[in-house]
């Protein structure tokens, strides 16, 4: 069964400060997607990154970077300089495939960063 | 933004009362998703639909049915809404696209009480 992990519940840090989500994950299929989604105070959850199981290559949008390594299961999120608007709760996912073909998602339980001015 | 709207958005009812959520889409895509998000918990999938009049159940779908007429629509319906039914609900929807593959994309949620 596939399940997604992240040990932490909460982080606070000081504004410019660089921090980093920690997701590992479990699965036996060996293709899936891994994503974040970034779910502010306002509520709606909002799409950061999807990345296919056969690309491990790193990559960076802006302040926002990933790291996927296969051989740990773990696909971490880092934010550098970080600012009062990256407050949030982000939530790491995995897909399997359904018995219909569709991609269906595991969350995990998701870490509330707060950024402090 | 995918056009996603949920309605409605905040409902109080009471324990035993039936209850129908919407989801609708602008979007046309052929995958739509219920998620309910509760602390501790993440969100979990309550039952999606791969097409018009095709559902099926995720990990907590007790207590819960769906109904999908159009491509445009999806209904979630508690039939009996029960204390432990309290929580905030996420519809999404996906496409399998050459750019974005089969990201969900979530609607604004609806939270709802049940007293």
């Known amino acids: 069964a596939q399940k997604v992990t992240q040990a932490q519940t909460e982080i606070s840090v000081v504004e410019k400060e660089d921090v980093t989500l920690d997701c590992v994950y479990e699965t036996r299929d060996t293709t899936y997607y891994l994503f974040w989604y970034k779910q502010p105070p306002s509520g709606e959850l909002v799409f950061l990154i999807r990345r296919n199981s056969f690309d491990e290559q790193n990559e960076i949008s802006g302040r926002y970077s990933w790291n996927f390594q296969k051989s740990t299961s773990s696909f971490n999120f880092t934010i550098t300089a970080s600012q009062v608007v990256d407050s949030a709760v982000y939530f790491c996912a995995l897909s399997f495939i359904s018995n219909f073909g569709n991609e269906k998602l595991t969350f995990g339980t998701g870490t509330r960063l707060t950024i402090i001015p | 933004d995918a056009g996603i709207t949920q309605s409605p958005r905040h409902k109080v009812t009471e324990t035993g009362t039936p209850v129908t959520l919407r989801c609708h889409q602008t979007e046309n895509h052929r995958y739509m998703y219920w998620y309910r998000q509760d602390p501790g918990h993440g969100l979990r999938l309550i039952h999606y639909?791969?097409?018009?009049?095709?559902?099926d159940k995720g990990e907590v779908s007790d207590g819960y049915s769906v109904s999908r007429s159009k491509t445009e629509d999806f209904l979630l319906t508690l039939e009996s809404a029960t204390s432990s039914q309290t929580s905030v609900y996420f519809c999404a929807i996906s496409e399998d696209s050459p750019n974005t593959g089969e990201t969900q994309y979530f609607g604004p949620g609806t939270r709802l009480l049940v007293l």
């Open positions: 639909s791969y097409g018009v009049k095709d559902t």
